[in-house]
């Protein structure tokens, strides 16, 4: 038995829908879905549909896209999360409102699926949150969330981040008393994990330095995330980092299909030194 994690499968391009149609049953093994599975809610319970009738458990978080709302859609910020999550508990998919549950393959452990946001605060040091958005246009970036995602009824995405973390937390520490715990979140929890090249300053939109410590803090034996569309494997203060997103159609090869994407989070590899940097999967 194992525990596979994926994220970012968009499927509102035609290549990542097709590339469903040959993805590979593992009906004893659970997945993690970590967000950005589509923009709409069709496309979003296809997503859902096609990973419950190939897997014995599925976890969802949302992503940013799960969270959009154009002018066609009357669901926005918290009602638009509360109908994927609906969805979610139609087909049996677990998600961030549910309880935890805990790992049953080998050495136990508490899945935790998230769902934190970001509040503007992994620029650099000199940059403050309220222009953190002005300093990455002044080279040219402007994440598509500041016309799309609304945090309705919260004032500001900042709002519902701060609101998400401190709900979170308590549930947390609940958690780590008991077992040590699979961190799921769509945005990283650390500043250092955003590896984004030549968009460099998209980092204002990757997550919340409040998150930073959680992987200690709350005995994370994994983190896994995605958004990044960089899928890399870090080690940290002995915790292993995963982003696992699949990405746009040009993020990743067709001809390996979505198999040769799902990283395994437990048991996963054993390491005991946080030498060498990071690997980086293609």
Known sequence: MKLFAIADLHLSHRLNRKALEIWTARPNDWLILAGDVGGSLERIELGLRAATERFARVFWVPGNHELWSDGRDTLRGVARYDAV???????GVVTPEDPYVVWPGGSPAIIAPLFLLYD???????????????WAAEDGIRCADERYLSPEPYLTRAAWCHARVAATKTRLAEA?????????????????????GRIRRFVVWCGTRLTEDWHTRFRARVVVSGHLHVRTTDWIDGVRFEEVSLGYPRHWRQECGIDHYLREILPGPVRTSDRGGPVHYR
């Not at 999550?85 to 087909?91: K, M, S």
């Open 176 to 196: 780590a008393a008991q077992y040590p715990l699979v961190l799921v979140n769509h945005f990283q929890l650390r500043r250092e994990l955003v590896r984004v």
């Open 120 to 134: 503007y605060t992994f620029g650099p040091d000199h940059v403050p949150p309220d222009e953190a958005v002005a």
């Open 85 to 91: 999550v609906a969805l979610c508990r139609r087909l």
